[in-house]
T-cell receptor
Framework: EAGVAQSPRYKIIEKRQSVAFWCNPISGHATLYWYQQILGQGPKLLIQFQNNGVVDDSQLPKDRFSAERLKGVDSTLKIQPAKLEDSAVYLC??????????????FGEGSRLTVL | AQSVTQPDIHITVSEGASLELRCNYSYGATPYLFWYVQSPGQGLQLLLKYFSGDTLVQGIKGFEAEFKRSQSSFNLRKPSVHWSDAAEYFCAVGARAGTALIFGKGTTLSVSS
């Protein structure tokens, strides 16, 4: 089966500019996650969607970050305006919700953002 | 609140030697536990998971992990390390299926010849 697709793989922008990342989850996966991974750290959850509804966005910096998941499939994460500290890899993941599957997350390859 | 601690930031192991990466978690009930591996420039790949049953779980690439409730630990082991195992390893905990995972800060594994 096809994996989680993300684009772009790399993006370099100036501070105060905007950027958007796109994610297409594995077909049939109802839950989609965006994680931020700063160099040298573990991934940190930004937002979780179940179908097209938000389950958890408590760690999303809402003054500059926004995310949407239209029609319960693809998702877009936007940063506007970007700050230097937003330089990170943005990982998208998806999962099934059935308990027997063990709750594992399937990750895309990530989008690496550099803010200058 | 859930949390994960990986005490070792960086470990170097000789090729062919055994490996153990430590992971301690904090969670009130029986958690879902995972080990992921990340090679440079890649996403995270699942090595193994535990959510019930036998406390010794087998994963891909010859890895195994043991859930010890009394020690709140889920250490990753491999009897003989290969050079291709050099990567970043992350332990993660979840409350149940369909919930977000909390990740540790990771352990970087280097393999020497």
């Amino acid at each position: 089966e096809a994996g989680v697709a993300q684009s772009p793989r790399y993006k370099i922008i100036e501070k105060r500019q905007s950027v958007a990342f796109w994610c297409n989850p594995i077909s049939g996966h109802a839950t989609l996650y965006w994680y931020q991974q700063i160099l040298g750290q573990g991934p940190k959850l930004l937002i979780q969607f179940q179908n097209n509804g938000v389950v958890d966005d408590s760690q999303l910096p809402k003054d500059r970050f926004s995310a949407e998941r239209l029609k319960g499939v693809d998702s877009t994460l936007k940063i506007q305006p970007a700050k230097l500290e937003d330089s990170a890899v943005y990982l998208c993941a998806s999962s099934l919700d059935r308990a027997l599957r063990g709750g594992e997350l399937f990750f895309g390859e990530g989008s690496r953002l550099t803010v200058l | 609140a859930q949390s994960v601690t990986q005490p070792d930031i960086h470990i170097t192991v000789s090729e062919g030697a055994s490996l153990e990466l430590r992971c301690n978690y904090s969670y009130g009930a029986t958690p879902y536990l995972f080990w992921y591996v990340q090679s440079p420039g890649q996403g995270l790949q699942l090595l193994l998971k535990y959510f019930s049953g036998d406390t010794l779980v087998q994963g891909i690439k010859g890895f195994e992990a043991e859930f010890k409730r009394s020690q709140s630990s889920f250490n990753l082991r491999k009897p003989s390390v290969h050079w291709s195992d050099a990567a970043e390893y992350f332990c993660a905990v979840g409350a149940r299926a369909g919930t977000a995972l909390i990740f540790g800060k990771g352990t970087t594994l280097s393999v020497s010849s």
